[in-house]
């Protein structure tokens, strides 16, 4: 019998392998190869206005000369931070950390739906919307807004009209319980299975993502039947989905 699941895969920074790091352009194309829906990437604004790819404030890997670096990306500028090399090995070759633009160019080449985490919140909605536009992902998009709440929806909205966005359990239904297209267009993410806390959630009508997912909280996160299902980069989502369904028993 072939199953068809009702979540979103989605591979938190890609899926990591061997020396491969994570939201590294190899990563989220390694996601797509294990069958991911949707790939999540963390924009941050450098220092001249580009849009770049890291979790942290600050990027840290090594020059061509192997040698360590780190930058704060607020204050340094693109060419700089894409000259990082975050990894190098004979499968993947050299990895470098992309721009926001690189991703979304991925996405649009292999039918990836894409988390845009924006780090700097509001400050850069609109320009990551734009982006967006540009690249031709409109509805391709879920904008995690970093508690930006109402006004980052409302900035996103007036760009990409078909946008979907998520933020932090809870707090984030509380935000949106006006919002009448919050049903189909608000994920609260959270690690918390409690019935207290998924009924909470679940009662202002909103979409539900379970977080860091990986072998050993699987079953207890489906058994809530999540929205969206994010896997932590090191987890083999594709291995863990397998086996439920290999093992599953419908009656």
């Known amino acids: 019998m072939n199953h068809k699941k009702m979540w979103i895969t989605s591979a938190h920074r890609g899926f990591v392998e061997g020396a491969l790091k994570e939201n590294s352009l190899a990563a989220y194309y390694n996601a797509y190869l294990n069958g991911a829906d949707m790939i999540e990437t963390d924009a941050r604004l450098t220092s001249d206005g580009v849009l770049i790819v ?4 600050t990027v840290r890997g090594f ?3 192997g040698e360590p670096v780190s930058y704060l ?3 340094t500028t693109a060419k700089t931070i894409c000259s990082v090399i975050l990894s190098s090995d004979e499968k993947w070759g050299v990895q470098k950390v992309p721009t926001l633009e690189d991703v ?16 700097n919140g509001y400050e850069i909605a609109e320009s990551v919307a734009k982006l967006v536009l540009k ?3 409109i509805g391709k998009i879920v904008y995690a807004l970093n508690g930006s709440g109402m006004n980052g929806i409302n900035a996103i909205l007036k760009i990409d009209p078909e946008a979907r966005f998520i933020d932090r359990g809870v707090t984030f239904a509380n935000t949106v319980k006006d919002f009448d297209q919050r049903g189909k267009r608000c994920f609260c993410y959270t690690s918390d299975t409690s019935p207290e806390n998924i009924d909470a959630i679940r009662s202002h009508g909103c979409l539900l993502a379970l977080i860091s997912l990986d072998k050993n909280n699987f079953k207890p996160s489906i058994e809530c039947h999540p ?3 994010e896997y932590l980069h090191t987890s083999d989502f594709k291995k863990i989905e ?3 369904f290999d093992g599953i028993k419908l009656y």
């Open 104 to 119: 979304l160019h991925l996405a649009y080449n292999t039918g990836l739906y894409v988390n845009i985490d924006l780090k």
């Open 242 to 244: 397998d086996e439920y």
């Open 227 to 229: 929205d969206m299902c």
């Open 63 to 65: 020059n061509d000369k």
């Open 135 to 137: 690249c031709g992902m």
């Open 54 to 57: 890291n979790h942290d404030d």
């Open 73 to 75: 990306v607020a204050d």
